[in-house]
């Protein structure tokens, strides 16, 4: 029996180390849905010094959504963990098998979902941020450019919450889908029919009830030309939205080095000012 007790003692502490860190805690592969029998699944990482606001992060590049161990999202994403933010990693239907109104329609109810369990992860559901590059800023903009409040009615519950969010940091976001649907080899994630694209186009949703956005973007990228953020700046300004645009010079698709440096100090500001030191707007 004592040594039984050992065993489980030993297994206790090696689960721990599993979800429980230096500075933060982690649930891991929190179930958020199902599609075609498989779970959408988000992590919550939650520093020592939470500060009751959180950083969604869209894990989406070309609308792939690659998991990774959340403890590497953690080292990824340290600065804002040292900040005090909640960081919530979430993964939607990925390509090739699901398109981008389907990946949209996963991130939306992810916020809904951890709107409705906010509670329990000790955070503020009027002080959620957004963020994601590319793909993923592209999701960003959308989740709040194109929000609802919820439908009380609803027989899900999950569905019954807003998927309203703060504020916005957008990498280098494609914003108008409308040339670019169709077959695609490399980004099979476009391939659905063109009469919906205008439905998940951010430049077509923005008004005056949009979030706080920062739009980061390289002036050499090749991939997503920075003229994608320049409209979305104008479209912004045109509409009222507070907003910013940050051009990162001779920067391409994704920033290394000093760039990284400066676009991360640009998010965490951000953050700061629209989830911290202002009062939100926004509620469930």
């Known amino acids: 029996m004592r040594k039984l007790t050992k065993f489980y003692l030993a297994l206790a502490i090696c689960f721990a180390s599993i979800v429980s860190y230096a500075d933060v805690s982690i649930k891991a592969d929190v179930v958020y849905g199902h599609k075609d029998g498989m779970a959408l699944v988000y992590d919550v990482i939650t520093p020592e010094n939470a500060n009751g606001a959180s950083v969604v992060f869209m894990v989406s590049g070309g609308w792939f959504s690659r998991w990774a161990p959340p403890e590497n999202r953690a080292e990824q994403f340290a600065y804002y963990l040292d900040e005090g933010f909640t960081l919530i990693p979430v993964h939607h239907g990925s390509a090739p098998r699901y398109k981008v109104p389907?990946?949209?329609?996963?991130?939306?109810?992810?916020?809904?979902?951890?709107?409705?369990?906010?509670?329990?992860?000790?955070?503020?559901?009027?002080?959620?941020?957004?963020?994601?590059?590319?793909?993923?800023?592209?999701?960003?903009?959308?989740?709040?450019?194109?929000?609802?409040?919820?439908?009380?009615?609803?027989?899900?519950?999950?569905?019954?919450?807003?998927?309203?969010?703060?504020?916005?940091?957008?990498?280098?976001?494609?914003?108008?889908?409308?040339?670019?649907?169709?077959?695609?080899?490399?980004?099979?994630?476009?391939?659905?029919?063109?009469?919906?694209?205008?439905?998940?186009?951010?430049?077509?949703?923005?008004?005056?009830?949009?979030?706080?956005?920062?739009?980061?973007?390289g002036d050499a990228d090749d991939l997503v030309n920075i003229s994608n953020s320049v409209i979305m700046q104008a479209e912004f300004e045109e509409q009222s939205v507070v907003s910013e645009f940050i051009t990162i010079p001779g920067a391409g698709h994704g920033f290394r080095g000093d760039d990284a440096t400066r676009a991360a100090s640009a998010s965490v500001a951000w953050f700061k000012q629209h989830l911290l030191e202002a009062s939100s707007s926004f509620s469930d």
Do not use: W
């Not at 940091?169 to 659905?192: H, K, M, S, W």
């Open 102 to 217: 389907e990946a949209y329609a996963d991130v939306s109810r992810a916020i809904r979902h951890i709107k409705m369990n906010a509670e329990a992860y000790g955070i503020d559901p009027n002080k959620i941020g957004v963020t994601g590059g590319s793909a993923g800023g592209h999701l960003s903009l959308m989740l709040g450019l194109d929000s609802d409040a919820g439908d009380p009615n609803a027989r899900d519950e999950v569905m019954r919450h807003g998927n309203e969010v703060a504020a916005i940091v957008a990498y280098f976001p494609p914003v108008d889908l409308r040339e670019i649907t169709g077959p695609n080899d490399r980004f099979p994630a476009l391939d659905f029919p063109q009469e919906k694209a205008a439905a998940i186009s951010p430049i077509l949703h923005a008004d005056a009830g949009d979030p706080p956005t920062l739009l980061i973007h």
